[in-house]
C-alpha cells in the first residue's frame, strides 16, 4: 500500500479541521492558567506549556512553507520553543494559522499527493525527497503528538480541555469535519 492510497484530500480536510478544534481546547484551557504557569519547565522535550505551544507553531510554520509558501520560521529547531515570548501573541498566530491550514487543506487535491516533496532539513542536514502522502501523515501526527504533550502538562495544572480523541467529538462536529 501506498502513501498516496493511505492519505486522500478527505484526511487532509479532516485532520486540518481536527487540528483546529483541538488548538481551540488546549489554547482555552492553558489561557485559564497564569502565565508563569504557562512558563514554568515542567520537564517536557520543549520544556513548558508555552515552549510545546511555540515548537508546535514553529514546526506548522516550516512545514507550510513547504507545503504552501508560507515564510519559514527564522529560528532553527533547537531555538523553537523560544518563538513566542506572548502567549496571547502566540494564541493570535495558531488561531490565524489554522484558518490559513483549513483553507489550504480544502485545495489538496489527489494530484498534489501523489507527488515527492523534496526540502533541504536543517534537522538533519540534507535534502530529503518524500512522498507527500508520508508528509501529511507525519505533518498531523507531529501535532498530535505534541498536542497530547501539552495536554498533559494542562491536566497536571487540574485544567480541563474536553475530550481530545476524534472519534468523540460532537456529531455535528464530525460531519464538518468529513466535508
Request: with cysteine; proline share 2%; aromatic share 10%.
Amino acid at each position: 500500500m501506498n502513501a498516496t492510497s493511505m492519505v486522500g484530500p478527505a484526511f487532509v480536510r479532516m485532520m486540518a479541521a481536527y487540528n483546529a478544534e483541538m488548538n481551540v481546547r488546549l489554547y482555552e484551557a492553558a489561557g485559564r492558567l497564569s502565565d508563569v504557569e504557562r512558563r514554568r519547565e515542567r520537564g517536557a522535550f520543549w520544556g513548558s506549556i508555552l515552549g510545546t505551544f511555540s515548537h508546535l507553531m514553529w514546526a506548522d510554520q516550516l512545514w507550510m512553507s513547504r507545503f504552501d509558501g508560507w515564510t519559514a520560521p527564522a529560528l532553527n529547531q533547537k531555538q523553537s520553543a523560544g518563538m513566542f515570548a506572548d502567549f496571547a501573541e502566540l494564541h493570535g498566530a495558531r488561531v490565524d494559522a489554522d484558518a490559513k491550514i483549513i483553507s489550504w487543506a480544502r485545495g489538496v487535491d489527489e494530484a498534489w499527493l501523489g507527488r515527492d516533496q523534496t526540502w533541504f532539513s536543517g534537522s538533519v542536514g540534507r535534502e530529503v525527497t518524500l512522498p507527500r502522502g508520508v508528509l501529511m501523515a507525519h505533518f498531523f501526527n507531529h501535532q498530535t503528538h505534541h498536542r497530547g504533550q501539552a495536554h498533559a502538562l494542562i491536566t497536571a495544572c487540574d485544567e480541563k480541555t474536553g475530550d481530545t480523541d476524534l472519534v468523540f467529538l460532537p456529531q455535528a462536529l464530525m460531519v464538518a469535519l468529513a466535508v
